[in-house]
């Protein structure tokens, strides 16, 4: 299994900056696609950010241009820089991977979620 820890939320002005990171760990894994999610109370979880296995980046069309996902295979890192916060941006973050192991298996695993809040 692969255990996923998110950190880097918090409490940020309107058009502040958070970056929200990703560490992965277990045995003998390769991570495949990464992805940023969030999550409102009361609302459906909702993609934000994704890198795929072969590099190919697709964002939410409402964070286009103010956020950036980028991942560090070597360190089983992967990042959601937020610029430009605005308070419709507020959520729980969660971060999700695909992964695989030498076996072979493959899974998916999540984060815990880190809360981000934006203030007007």
């Known amino acids: 299994q692969v255990q996923l820890v998110e950190s880097g939320g918090g409490l940020v002005q309107s058009g502040g900056s958070l970056r929200l990171s990703c560490v992965a760990s277990?045995?003998?894994?390769?991570?495949?696609?990464v992805s940023w999610y969030r999550q409102v109370p009361g609302q459906s979880r909702e993609q934000v950010a994704e890198?795929?296995?072969?590099?190919?980046?697709t964002y939410l069309h409402s964070v286009k241009g103010r956020f950036t996902i980028s991942r560090d295979d070597a360190k089983k890192m992967f990042y959601l820089q937020m610029n430009n916060l605005r308070p419709e941006d507020a959520a729980v973050y969660f971060c999700?991977?695909?992964?695989?192991?030498?076996?072979?298996?493959?899974?998916?695993?999540w984060g815990q979620g880190t809360q981000v809040t934006v203030s007007s």
């Open positions: 890198i795929t296995g072969g590099g190919l980046i």
């Open positions: 999700m991977a695909d992964w695989m192991n030498p076996v072979p298996e493959v899974g998916r695993s």
């Open positions: 277990g045995s003998s894994f390769r991570l495949n696609g």
